[in-house]
Structure formats: structure tokens, C-alpha cells
Nanobody, 127 residues
Framework: QMQLVESGGGLVQAGGSLRLSCANSGRTFSSVTMAWFRQAPGKEREFVGGIRWREGTPDYTYYADSVKGRITISRDNAKGTVYLQMNNLKSEDTAVYSC?????????????????WGQGTQVTVSS
């Protein structure tokens, strides 16, 4: 079981940066996939980026084209936390950002792959 809690959202000016955190109740796992999704008003939820790790292998990260080059996903296994660092934010990045997790294999960018979801954190970028 996982309980995901996001934090770090807020209001930022265009061109600024934010770092979102997704804490998994402080638990650590040797193999899991976690991802960030976002949903803007009036739009469908979309994949932002994800990270998959398996014990004994390098981490695998994958980013949506719309944010590639502006975001980095990392993790602190000791804290059971995954981070989403967002730079050069744009007004179109305004959305509720949610993290998700799964132990199962599957497409890292597909919402249907994930079994556990956080409540989300609001990111608002002012132009």
C-alpha cells in the first residue's frame, strides 16, 4: 500500500521555478514506478514525467515532450520521496499536479498503469 502526499505547489511568475515533492509515507521500496500528471482547468489529465527504479539497475526517467528540457524528476529513497523540479515555468504549466505510483509493469506514461494517487497540489504560473 502507498499513501502519496504532494507538496510544493504555489504561485510563481513565468520564468520561475518550483520543486514539487511526493512523499510516500516515508516508506522506501526497492522497485517501483512513480510519475507526475497534471490537469489544467477544462483539460484532461496529462502525463508530465516519470521515474522507474528496480533494485540493481539505473533509474529510468521519461518526460513528456511538452516539458522536456524544463523538468527533472529525481528521488530520495531514504526519505521515500520523489521530486519534480520545474524550471522556466510558463502560464500553460498552470495545473493541479498529482503524483502516482505502481509496483506493476506497464507504460510509464499511461494513467491506467498507476494504482496509487495523491490528492494533488496546485501550481499557478502568472504571466
Amino acid at each position: 500500500q502507498m499513501q502519496l502526499v504532494e507538496s510544493g505547489g504555489g504561485l510563481v511568475q513565468a520564468g520561475g521555478s518550483l520543486r514539487l515533492s511526493c512523499a510516500n509515507s516515508g516508506r522506501t521500496f526497492s522497485s517501483v514506478t512513480m510519475a507526475w500528471f497534471r490537469q489544467a482547468p477544462g483539460k484532461e489529465r496529462e502525463f508530465v514525467g516519470g521515474i522507474r527504479w528496480r533494485e540493481g539497475t539505473p533509474d529510468y526517467t521519461y518526460y513528456a515532450d511538452s516539458v522536456k528540457g524544463r523538468i527533472t524528476i529525481s528521488r530520495d529513497n531514504a526519505k521515500g520521496t520523489v521530486y519534480l523540479q520545474m524550471n522556466n515555468l510558463k502560464s500553460e504549466d498552470t495545473a493541479v499536479y498529482s503524483c502516482a505510483a505502481t509496483f506493476a509493469p506497464g507504460s510509464i506514461k499511461s494513467m491506467g498503469s498507476y494504482d496509487y494517487w495523491g490528492q494533488g497540489t496546485q501550481v499557478t504560473v502568472s504571466s
